[in-house]
């Protein structure tokens, strides 16, 4: 029981980790299953009366001759080499001491004694295997066969008789994956139909329209064609407005190619401080115009942030614009705080506005683009922004509460995750 509440936590974690923005419920689902496993050896400990130190199985075998019941081990080993979640430990040289039934699987092989065995498969995989530390996970590619698939790796590191150990959860999600690309795409179609219909049928409908009246001159071309003045500014009036529509749908065309041409970051370390204030210098006018007070917070003062600086100012300057234009025209007190901090997993930058907020079936669809809640936008400014801070080994997420506000959290992870 205890090894399947281990496997859906790692579900659970999964599912937070490909959601990209829960990174409070990752960290919170990790400590979970951190939990889980420490009490799972305090529960082998207790049952088996095996000594914490014993971190091979001959090592446990040698405590049984002592007086420990064989059956209880061979039915805890049973367990572990039944869970639906691949499991794999290993020593610091990469020797290992247990692949479970589900870990042979997913490998699509029998006997493995190091690590180093599985490149055959993918060096990434090996590397992965070695470097990730407590917590630290990953996502790998591997193809078997010419079949492509997916695995979500996990590790804990555990420190048995002196030694370090690794244990290593591995689960192919590329059913998961192949779902979650099914319904962007059918988000995505479903928006582009949306705003392609919109253009489309005014400018057909008003192209019939002007064809009518064209037409019955020319049916008539044996009499003098008289066009009446108001019959002509519907036909000039229809004529402008295909023009209009035309040119709005060479805009959302031209905006979806800009979806597909992110330049590759050229990363630098820029101070957290000189990347806000160059934004909110740049915003100056536009914040005083709309009668906004922008605030700013940096803990610590000189911390420093490894990105892009124009990619993460477009990704600011967006954020910051859709605060502006979130304000009720009614509302006399409008303020902005950016809020940037850093701590050892990860660096954040937040947006929080006290605008007019975002309702909970708008939220949704905030990061799709071309998906807009205002009159004007193009709808690409946060699907861009998202994509960005993939660039950047980080995600953003957005909190809202109708009448009191907003806040984009741009997260910064630190290293490999």
Known sequence: MRIAVIALTVLLLAYFVFRHGDFINE???IALLVFQVISLLKFIEKQMGISPSANTEADIMATNQSGLSSEKFQYLKTIVQHAAVGLITFDQKGQIQIMNIAARKLFRMQEVKNIEELSILSQHLVDSLKNLKTGGRDLIRVEFNGEETYLSVYAIELSLKNKTFKLVSIQNIKTELEEMEMDAWQNLIRVLTHEIMNSVTPISSLASTADQEVMHCLDNSNEICEIKEEDLRE???AIQTIQRRSEGLIKFVSDFRN???IPVPTLQQIKATDLIEHVVVLLKKEL???GVNIQSKITPENFELH??????????INLIKNAIQAFDPEQKERSIRII?????QAATIE???NGAGIDDEAIKKVFIPFFTTKKSGSGIGLSLSRQIMRQHNGYINVTSQIDEGT???LTFRKGKS
């Open 307 to 316: 990105i892009d600086p124009e990619l993460i100012q477009q990704v600011l």
């Open 340 to 344: 940037a901090q850093e701590t050892r």
């Open 288 to 290: 005083e115009e709309h």
């Open 27 to 29: 960290i919170l689902v």
């Open 351 to 353: 947006i929080e506005d």
């Open 407 to 409: 806040t984009f959290i």
């Open 259 to 261: 979806l597909t041409r």
């Open 235 to 237: 036909i000039h009036l």
